[in-house]
């Protein structure tokens, strides 16, 4: 293992959850390094704790063990997981959907079943809202300490056992692409799509091309312009809309140093349909 451990959550950081997370970590190893991926998860949205950690993982080194707790099902009866994914990286997290990416675009080697009865602890038996501390952070600091190796979390079960969400699709014609829009980058409200660059570059693009970019929601068209397909946001004037591809190689759009989600009140998930075309 490589002592690596990063967390993840929609807890935010004005509480001391994430803190407490962080203590009982270091608490079983207090060798283990201990990073965040985010805690600014928006509360409930499986879908974004998802798409983060595919976007996130595979820049670490191999055998740092994930943690992620999106988990708006705690103390029914869902089941948690642990996971090892074909680039042998681990994840602790709910069986809720958290893996759907990791596991479509990168592939999981081992799925176990975490044995609750045998690895969650609490001071108190009648605590069942705090597992981001009493299991998750816990168990997954023992693997990354070496004191656990996966096999002891508890029962394997079928890759097949792994939750997946509903994921927007990403086709291709002669002449348009059409996706999703999956998720905002959020400082900036920068659109990224579900469309692949590869289904992009199908439209043989050159750079400073337009585009004819439309957007619905409920398949009612909300948003309509030409748009020039950029390197990156300055290849456009400020204030101007551009298309780019964006770090992990899905076509994306913006506002050069505006906020194209707010602008435009534009929202994210299978309502939200995005086509791209060529102009002539």
């Not at 994921?167 to 829009?181: F, K, M, W």
């Not at 068209?221 to 551009?242: I, Q, T, W």
């Amino acid at each position: 293992m490589s002592k690596i451990l990063v967390l993840q959550s929609d807890f935010g950081i004005v509480d001391g959850a994430v803190s407490a997370m962080i203590g009982v970590s270091l608490s079983v190893d207090p060798d283990i390094r201990v990073y965040d991926l985010s805690h600014s998860i928006t509360p409930y949205q499986i879908q974004e704790a998802s798409f983060r950690l595919f976007q996130s993982i595979q820049y670490w080194p191999v055998g740092t063990v994930f943690v992620s707790v999106v988990d708006p099902g705690v103390g029914s009866n869902r089941t948690s997981v642990v996971v090892l994914t074909d680039s042998g990286h681990y994840i602790v997290t709910p069986n809720n959907g958290s893996l759907t990416h990791v596991k479509q675009f990168m592939g999981i080697k081992k799925t176990v079943v975490i044995d609750v009865a045998a690895h969650r602890h609490t001071e108190n038996d009648q605590n069942y809202t705090f597992d981001g501390r009493d299991l998750f952070a816990r168990l997954g600091a023992k693997l990354s300490s070496g004191q656990l190796s996966i096999e002891e979390c508890g029962k394997e079960v079928s890759v097949d056992e792994v939750v997946e969400l509903q994921l927007p699709p990403s086709i291709r014609t002669d002449h348009s692409v059409t996706g999703g829009i999956e998720i905002f980058d959020e400082r900036f409200g920068s659109a990224w799509s579900s469309i692949n660059a590869s289904d992009f570059m199908s439209l043989h693009p050159d750079f400073n091309e337009r585009f004819k970019v439309r957007i619905f929601h409920k398949k009612v068209c909300v948003f309509e312009h030409e748009v020039k397909y950029g390197r990156a946001f300055n290849d456009v004037p400020v204030g101007s809309l551009v298309l780019y591809i964006n770090s992990i190689n899905r076509l994306s759009l913006a506002i050069n140093q505006g906020n194209l989600a707010s602008t435009y009140a534009l929202g994210t998930g299978l309502d939200w349909v995005i086509e791209v075309s060529t102009s002539d």
